[in-house]
């Protein structure tokens, strides 16, 4: 089974700090990808990266970075957390595309970040 | 742009009734179109996608959606609901010309009665 894992489930932060959320999958994927999810907003993507030290934005990237120095780590970086940083946060893989044109993207169990 | 649309926030359904939540998409082309479920304090789960060919897709779960081009959507039903059906459900859309990126819609919040 495909496996995406988080480093927290929960974190608390207070403003101006920095924050790293870890990702890390297990099954040599490509494609890594950041969501925040918002109560009536869905998912929306923050950045997503396709090879090791590549990256692309999302539709929301402002406030945020990310790494990616090995192929089965991505990370999502608060250079500043601020209080409308507050949120969940999806870590998400998958394989490049596949012969339908599109691979499946597995999700991790998400880290729900306060920022006070 | 690709944009989805799920129209009711919340729906509340008896155990044992019929369920269906509706999407509806944006996208000149044909779309690759999904719907994920997230139980509570889990991550999402694919429940069943389409990508061309028969316009109804089963999925696990006892899950099926059907494709309607004409309409531009994508609802998922079930015949009869079980109380572990309780759970937030987002339809997304990927396609091509987006880099296949997925969009999601608000998602539709699902409370079972007994």
């Known amino acids: 089974d495909v496996k995406v894992t988080q480093s927290s489930r929960y974190l608390v932060k207070r403003t101006g700090e920095k924050v790293f959320l870890e990702c890390v999958q297990d099954?040599?994927?490509?494609?890594m990808f950041w969501y925040r999810q918002d109560p009536g907003l869905g998912l929306r993507l923050i950045y997503f990266?396709?090879?090791?030290?590549?990256?692309e934005k999302g539709d929301i990237p402002e406030g945020y970075s990310v790494s990616r120095e090995k192929k089965e780590r991505f990370s999502l970086i608060l250079e500043s957390a601020s209080t409308n940083q507050t949120s969940m946060y999806l870590c998400?893989?998958?394989?490049?595309?596949?012969?339908?044109?599109?691979?499946?993207?597995?999700f991790g169990p998400g880290t729900r970040l306060t920022v006070l | 742009a690709q944009s989805v649309t799920q129209p009711d926030i919340h729906i509340t359904v008896s155990e044992g009734a019929s369920l269906e939540l509706r999407c509806n998409y944006s996208?000149?082309?044909?779309?690759?179109l999904f719907w994920y479920v997230q139980s509570p304090g889990q991550g999402l789960q694919l429940l069943l996608k389409?990508?061309?060919?028969?316009?109804l897709v089963q999925g696990i779960k006892g899950f099926e959606a059907e494709f309607k081009r004409s309409q531009s959507s994508f609802n998922l039903r079930k015949p009869s609901v079980h109380w572990s059906d309780a759970a937030e459900y987002f339809c997304?859309?990927?396609?091509?010309?987006?880099?296949?990126?997925?969009?999601f819609g608000g998602g539709t919040r699902v409370l079972v009665k007994p």
């Open positions: 998400a893989s998958s394989s490049h595309l596949g012969r339908e044109g599109y691979n499946e993207q597995f």
């Open positions: 099954m040599d994927h490509e494609n």
């Open positions: 990266s396709y090879d090791v030290k590549m990256k």
């Open positions: 996208y000149g082309a044909t779309p690759y």
């Open positions: 389409y990508f061309s060919g028969d316009t």
């Open positions: 997304a859309v990927a396609s091509k010309a987006a880099g296949n990126k997925l969009t």
